[in-house]
């Protein structure tokens, strides 16, 4: 495999700064059909926020990259959505939004309904210009949810867990 090394310019979020976004795309390999362990690991780091629900209410997505067709880009979107579900948090898939694109079957291309993706191979394939059109596409679609979102009163986190 020729995984690239770790680029230093790339930002890391730790668990504690996420209660400052209004939103997430979360982009992850996949491992045997399910989010890398140390994807996991990150979640699992968040049972504190978990406990007081402070993600509660915010949108979030997936992208991720498999090796092979069937490498489990859906099956890692579903397993990866129980870490959503126990924050509270919305889950915004992109459907057929991306419309002709998600139909074309005259090329190879990852992603799905459940998120943008792209197939790796031995880690030289390069993503097609149909995969990234599609990822910058459901980083736009995600903006406009998290826009909407955020324009309504009802959704202040902090309210959402209100205790009684």
Known sequence: MKVPPKDDGIPVISAEEMVEADGFLF???????????????????TGGLWREQKLAGVPAGFFVSTGTQGGG???????????LAHHGMLYVPIGYTFGAGMFGIDSIRG?????????????????????????????????LVVKRFAGTSSFARNKVAAKT
């Open 111 to 143: 992603g799905s309904p459940y998120g943008s993706g792209v197939f790796s191979g031995d880690g030289t394939r390069e993503p097609t210009e149909t995969e990234l059109a599609l990822a910058e596409h459901q980083g736009k679609y995600m903006a």
């Open 27 to 45: 982009g992850f390999p996949t491992r045997f059909g399910s989010m890398a362990a140390q994807m996991k690991a990150f979640f699992d780091s």
């Open 73 to 83: 880009q859906e099956t890692t979107a579903w397993t990866a959505i129980t870490q």
